[in-house]
């Protein structure tokens, strides 16, 4: 599966979906690359879509969107 960040922002712009405080360490100059990378969408978001295309290629089928 390839990352295309461009439809991952656009389809975000559109999408709402449940939140939940979490604490990730992570380096500041990445994070910093990164979060300019996303524009006007959350970081968090971002990082949360990264996460649910990750779960789907491991276990090889979709997801739940809680």
Known sequence: ???DGRNIL???SRDKSDRKRVTLYLSK???EDFSG???DIAASQVIEELMR???QSVQ???ASRK
């Open 60 to 62: 090889g089928r979709t």
């Open 10 to 12: 656009a389809r975000l």
């Open 37 to 39: 990378s996303c524009g």
């Open 29 to 31: 100059k990445v994070y």
């Open 1 to 3: 599966m390839k990352i």
């Open 53 to 55: 295309q990750f779960t």
